[in-house]
């Protein structure tokens, strides 16, 4: 062990006999002037200045143990607030979702019935009229349903029924309930299907879903007279689907964040076709529930081509595995708040090292 410095053993003397305490406002900055200073006391070495520099990283680790603490306990307390308030605006959407389609319901059965003659005969301008007011029922009916799954895919109580599905009989009826839509464009729906395409267990109607979306959204942005098709394939484990149409295509850097829940490519060109921005964020939480994928390839000017993969061994839990889909990007937001909260947080537990530091 090595020597004490002098200064150290006097103030051991002075603690054994008294005189430290009679000293006691002497400070470490008056031990170091000449002035108060005993000529008989030599001047403080470097271990003495240690002390003072203990002192002072002590002081600042005890501040910032406090800070964090209390920015730990504001944040906690946010969250619970935050988790109420999104409670509240879940419970919102799905009571008002449901209480919307029931008269929507009415309201284009009644429509229907007027344009079959049930009610009366139409003239030509009161059939043109109640098409409009049919084509915007069946618009806002869909909108409806997106924000009814919105508060679905949110809460994880999407439900599923998985059944055998014949693939080419499921895209037939898919186009079968498009073509009406492509008719208003003059537009064609054609389907290539590669033989001996094996069936599949899903949920059918959750699939005719996202392809009904996929071919609703390249007829909105494909020109009039044009042609989209369906290309559909076996690869190793999985059935591909290729929706391809010769739009306006989609630029490089918005093609992954079409997906993200409210997001449109060209949102003031967008807003004119009608959506708001659910329908690619639904059909990817259906189809990564499933098991498979969905991306674009696209070029514009040229046209887009969507594609998305099944795979072929049936999924199991597919509502368990739906609940797995981090579809808003929760946890990338929990990340950014986390880091954010470090940031502004004043590490307190870092390593000591008082040695040459300066003060």
């Known amino acids: 062990m090595r020597d004490e410095p002098e200064v150290v053993k006097i103030l051991r003397e002075e603690e054994r006999t008294g005189k430290l305490y009679q000293k006691s ?5 008056e031990l170091n002037s000449n002035e108060n200073t005993p000529d008989t ?5 470097n271990d003495y200045k240690e002390i003072n520099v203990t ?10 143990m406090e800070q964090h603490e209390s920015c730990q306990k504001t944040t906690e307390e946010q969250i619970i607030q935050l988790k109420k308030l999104d409670k509240i605006k879940s419970n919102f959407l799905s009571v008002t979702s449901h209480e919307l389609r029931t008269p929507m319901s009415v309201i284009k059965g009644y429509i229907q019935m007027m344009l079959k003659g049930n009610l009366g005969t139409i003239s030509n301008e009161q059939k043109k009229a109640l098409d409009i007011v049919l084509r ?5 009916d869909a909108l409806i349903q997106d924000i009814l799954d919105i508060s679905r895919l949110e809460s994880g109580t999407m439900k599923f029924i998985p059944e055998r599905t014949n693939v080419k009989n499921m895209v037939e009826q898919t186009i079968e309930t498009m073509q009406s839509i492509a008719d208003i464009k003059n537009i064609k729906i054609s389907t290539s299907l590669e033989e001996n395409t094996p069936d599949l267990i ?3 109607e959750r699939v ?7 071919l609703n959204n390249a007829i909105k942005f494909s020109c009039e007279g044009s042609i989209i098709t369906i290309f559909v394939r076996k690869t190793k484990d999985y059935v591909l689907f290729e929706i391809q149409d010769f739009g306006r295509g989609i630029p490089k850097d918005k093609q992954d964040k079409i997906f993200e829940i409210f997001y449109q490519a060209d ?3 967008d807003r004119k076709f009608g959506g708001v921005g659910l329908g690619l964020a639904i059909s990817r939480g259906i189809i990564l529930a499933h098991g498979g994928n969905i991306w674009v390839e696209s070029e514009p000017g040229k046209g887009s081509t969507f594609r998305l993969t099944l795979p072929i061994a049936p999924v199991q839990d597919l509502e368990g595995k739906f609940r797995e889909v981090d579809i ?6 929990q990340r950014a708040m986390e880091n954010d909260l470090r940031d502004k947080t004043v590490v307190w537990n870092e390593p000591f090292e008082g040695r040459g530091e300066k003060e």
């Open 41 to 45: 006391i030599p001047a403080p070495s």
């Open 136 to 140: 915007n029922s069946n618009r806002l």
């Open 202 to 204: 899903i949920d059918q």
């Open 267 to 269: 949102s003031e060109r």
């Open 25 to 29: 406002s002497t400070t470490c900055k």
């Open 55 to 64: 002192a002072s990283i002590l002081s600042r680790r005890k501040q910032s």
């Open 328 to 333: 808003f990007k929760l946890k990338d937001t």
């Open 208 to 214: 005719k879903q996202v392809i009904v979306n996929l």
